[in-house]
Nanobody
Framework: QVRLVESGGDSVQAGDSLRLTCEAS????????MAWFRQGPTLEREYVAV???????VYAPFLGGRFTASKENGKNILQLQMNNLGPEDSAMYYC?????????????????????WGQGTQVTVSS
């Protein structure tokens, strides 16, 4: 059973930066997909970044290059560096994990394709 634990959420001012961390345990495969999703108070859970352990990362277009997802070498730890935060980034951020892939062999960006989730970490950005 895969377990995910997020950390790093905080209340910050617009323009600040934050780094979120997701630690995964119970992982038995070397190739998998990990993703960051977020959910604001009135919005559906949307993907932020999807990282494939073969080295590719896909970002949601609305980020404008402000966020960077990375995985520590040799560790099942996913991080999300978030720069120039704005109030629109306020949300609960979730880490997700799956070993399944799309027929194209890419990692999915759909929340329903991820069976494992962390409890979330709250990010609040004040203007």
């Amino acid at each position: 059973q895969v377990r995910l634990v997020e950390s790093g959420g905080d209340s910050v001012q617009a323009g600040d930066s934050l780094r979120l961390t997701c630690e995964a345990s119970g992982v038995t495969r070397s190739r998998y997909c990990m993703a960051w999703f977020r959910q604001g108070p009135t919005l559906e859970r949307e993907y932020v970044a999807v990282l494939d352990t073969i080295g590719t990362t896909v970002y949601a277009p609305f980020l404008g290059g402000r966020f960077t997802a990375s995985k520590e070498n040799g560790k099942n730890i996913l991080q999300l560096q978030m720069n120039n935060l704005g109030p629109e980034d306020s949300a609960m951020y979730y880490c997700a994990f799956t070993t399944a892939r799309l027929p194209s062999q890419h990692c999915s960006r759909r929340r329903d394709d991820y069976p494992y989730w962390g409890q979330g970490t709250q990010v609040t950005v004040s203007s």
